[in-house]
């Protein structure tokens, strides 16, 4: 179907209401023939989102392909290897008082129409990842991509309703006017990811429609480096993590914490990482993003004179470069330390030892992501016992997102609810109780 005017946000919402009162989304043929056109438009059409990408966020075509369109395909494929055996009814025991001729089971039912909220970081991603679990699990959805990424924001309006069933999948393409539009109709789920100021928005939208939400946060995350650790393995994987996608990565190391002998230690460490990574001028390194638009290079600049600079400390506001940046003896009262840096500035904060790094921790807010760079047992251990975070990575940032059979999501702060392969199901469907007793 198309559409020469725009369709109000009601009458979108009350479109696909219709088809999913159909029950033309609840067979698994459905989904999986929704499932199998999105890897098409995926494998089809690499090159103009990953020029999309770059004009969005400067991201090399290895980049946008590894963290995006790869990366979501990887996830449609270990949906369709998957999905039949995830959507099997689940049998539970059944007290003795039923009589022996009674069964019981769950069963997962579609939620209805889902909205679906996606940020500018990872803009394919974001957006694409969730509709594969609503999808998967029978839904129809509305796909809210962001504006701050316009050139995939209109490729995504463009393809998705090329490939998807139209009258089952809706793009709505808007900033703050419309998503506030959308946000006053009846869902029932909101999956958003951003950030915490408009998560609650989200939440209190849903609040009056008593739907429920999933909120993917942020925060600052953590990297706890112990003083036993190889710290050039460190500082290679730390500035890997830190500066892809320029540092505006949700689960991107936030900041180091480790004792002072170690500090010193790591800064020619990441010297040595940075230039491996990108060269002596990372300004001309085709590995190396930008940052989104001119208020958050404003920001970043502004958190540049935190530190001791280590490594980089420079930008071009023209160009929206902001090198990476790696600053020493940074005070936890200074600015770089009070909000999420979303930016490829690194601070090193020192602690004494691990029961300061733990308190240092617990202090702050719940991050999505702590990550752990420690030979001892014992020391993991303890951080894994007595912290609490989304997700923990030992030894490897980012990477336990990639994990399809890992739930990715945050805690307090960094959000609520997860997804990826199997908790997308859990996420957009519901899990019906069904008793049985025979009539005679
Ligand atoms: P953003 O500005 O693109 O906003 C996200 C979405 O919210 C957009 O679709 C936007 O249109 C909408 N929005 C913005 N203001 C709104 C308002 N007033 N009312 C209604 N809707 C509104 O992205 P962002 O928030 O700058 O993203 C960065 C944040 O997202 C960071 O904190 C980052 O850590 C977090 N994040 C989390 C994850 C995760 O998976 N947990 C992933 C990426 C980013």
């Not at 950030?195 to 928005?201: H, L, S, T």
């Amino acid at each position: 179907m198309t559409h020469s005017i725009p369709e109000q946000p009601a009458d979108v919402v009350a479109r696909l209401r219709a088809t999913f009162r159909t029950g033309r989304t609840k067979p698994v043929e459905w989904r999986t023939a929704q499932l199998r056109r999105l890897r098409e438009l995926l494998t089809e059409n690499g090159p103009d989102l990953a020029a999309a990408l770059h004009a969005d966020l400067g991201k090399s075509s290895t980049e946008a392909h590894r963290t995006e369109i790869d990366f979501t395909i990887r996830e449609i494929d270990h949906a369709l290897d998957h999905l039949a055996d995830w959507l099997r009814p689940e049998p539970a025991p059944v007290p003795a008082h039923l009589g022996a001729d009674a069964s019981a089971w769950t069963q997962y039912d579609p939620l209805g129409v889902v909205l679906v909220i996606a940020p500018w970081n990872y803009p394919a991603q974001l957006l694409l990842a969730p509709l594969v679990g609503a999808l998967a699990a029978g839904n129809a959805v509305v796909a809210k991509p962001s504006e701050l990424a316009p050139a995939t924001s209109s490729a995504l309006a463009r393809l998705l309703p090329a490939h998807l069933d139209t009258d089952a999948v809706a793009v709505v393409e808007g900033g703050i006017p419309e998503t506030t539009a959308l946000l006053a109709e009846r869902f029932d789920h909101i999956f958003y990811t951003g950030n915490g100021a408009v998560g609650r928005i989200v939440m209190r939208a849903a609040a009056e429609h008593l739907t429920p939400v999933t909120l993917e946060l942020g925060g600052k995350s953590p990297a706890f480096v112990d003083r036993d650790a190889d710290l050039d393995v460190v500082a290679d994987r730390l500035a890997r993590g830190k500066f892809l996608n320029a540092g505006q990565t949700c689960v991107a190391p936030d900041y180091v914490l480790t004792d002072p002998a170690t500090a010193a230690a790591l800064e020619p460490a990441f010297a040595r990482a940075v230039e491996a990574l990108y060269g002596n001028d990372p300004s001309v390194s085709a590995e190396y993003g930008r940052i989104v638009n001119e208020r958050h290079f404003d920001r970043l600049a502004g958190l540049l004179d935190s530190g001791r600079v280590v490594v980089g400390g420079g930008g071009d506001r023209t160009q929206k470069y902001i090198a990476p940046t790696v600053l020493a003896d940074v005070d936890p009262k200074s600015p770089v330390m009070q909000e999420e840096i979303f930016g490829p500035i690194l601070p090193i904060v020192t602690v004494p030892d691990l029961d300061a790094a733990i308190d240092f921790i617990n202090d702050r807010e719940k991050p999505l992501a702590l990550y752990v760079f420690s030979e001892s047992e014992g020391t993991r251990g303890r951080i894994a016992a007595e912290t609490s975070s989304g997700g923990l990575g030992h030894g490897l940032p980012l990477a336990h997102l990639t994990v399809s059979d890992l739930p990715f999501g945050g805690v307090g702060e960094s959000g609520m609810g997860s997804y990826h392969g199997r908790y997308s199901i859990e996420t957009f469907s519901h899990r019906k109780a069904v008793l049985q007793k025979p009539l005679s």
